[in-house]
């Protein structure tokens, strides 16, 4: 049973940085994608990164990239934010899908994962 727990969340200044981190506790971990979304109120969830099971594979929003960076260590995977603006705030959730259905090489879709974390807030001002 997969178990994401977010964490890092908080308040910076604009040009500051934040480092997300989530913890896969579930089985086999490493058989799992796993991608970062982030949602405002009265908004869609949006994908930002997605990293393989590997952590060899990447791929990120238009709206990130160059300034996000997802990586993975085993069954924790991380989002370095660098040069963030007031329109990075938002409710950051870690997200995971088994890999047997394929890797897709675009930005996640949240109706694609199974499994959600609880998120945590980034404010950003």
């Known amino acids: 049973h997969v178990q994401l727990v977010e964490s890092g969340g908080g308040s910076v200044q604009a040009g500051g940085s934040l480092r997300l981190s989530c913890v896969n506790s579930g089985y086999s971990g490493s058989t799992y994608y796993m991608a970062w979304f982030r949602q405002t109120p009265g908004k869609e969830r949006e994908g930002v990164a997605v990293i393989s099971t590997g952590g060899t594979t990447t791929y990120y929003a238009d709206s990130v990239k160059g300034r996000f960076t997802i990586s993975r260590d085993q069954n924790i995977v991380y989002l370095q934010m660098n040069s963030l603006t007031p329109e990075d705030t938002a409710m950051y959730y870690c997200?995971?899908?088994?890999?047997?259905?394929?890797?897709?090489?675009?930005?996640?879709?949240?109706?694609?994962?199974?499994?959600w974390g609880q998120g945590t807030q980034v404010t950003v001002s």
């Open positions: 997200a995971a899908r088994h890999s047997r259905s394929g890797w897709y090489s675009r930005v996640p879709s949240a109706h694609e994962y199974n499994y």
